[in-house]
Nanobody, 123 residues
Framework: QVHLAESGGGLVQAGDSLRLSCAASESPFSSYSAGWFRQAPGKEREFVAG????????TYADSVKGRFIISRDNAKNTVYLQMNSLKPEDSAVYYC????????????????WGQGTQVTVSS
């Protein structure tokens, strides 16, 4: 059982940056691919970014490509999401997720989830 804990959310203005962190209880966390998802009120949970177990492959949703960067530090069992040039439409609860195997964009494919962290971007 992997426990994930997100942090770093908050209230920012459009154009600002935030870095989210996801700390995993499992070691070695390098056994798991990781992803960030988000869910806005009344909307489905959507894939934002994913990173492979060895950090050699990343995947992004078109809506965040060029603005967000996912990374991981397996020595610290932590995954990060650097969010730049934030827009009001990025406002959502952001979730970290992990799975054994390759990165997939479907939320149902992930076995482990954090509790989420709120990101609010004002215009």
């Amino acid at each position: 059982q992997v426990h994930l804990a997100e942090s770093g959310g908050g209230l920012v203005q459009a154009g600002d940056s935030l870095r989210l962190s996801c700390a995993a209880s499992e070691s070695p966390f390098s056994s798991y691919s990781a992803g960030w998802f988000r869910q806005a009120p009344g909307k489905e949970r959507e894939f934002v970014a994913g990173i492979s177990r060895s950090d050699d492959s990343t995947t992004y949703a078109d809506s965040v490509k060029g603005r967000f960067i996912i990374s991981r530090d397996n020595a610290k069992n932590t995954v990060y999401l650097q969010m730049n040039s934030l827009k009001p439409e990025d406002s959502a609860v952001y979730y970290c997720a992990a799975r054994l195997g390759v990165v997939l964009v479907g939320a149902k494919k992930y076995e482990y989830w954090g509790q989420g962290t709120q990101v609010t971007v004002s215009s």
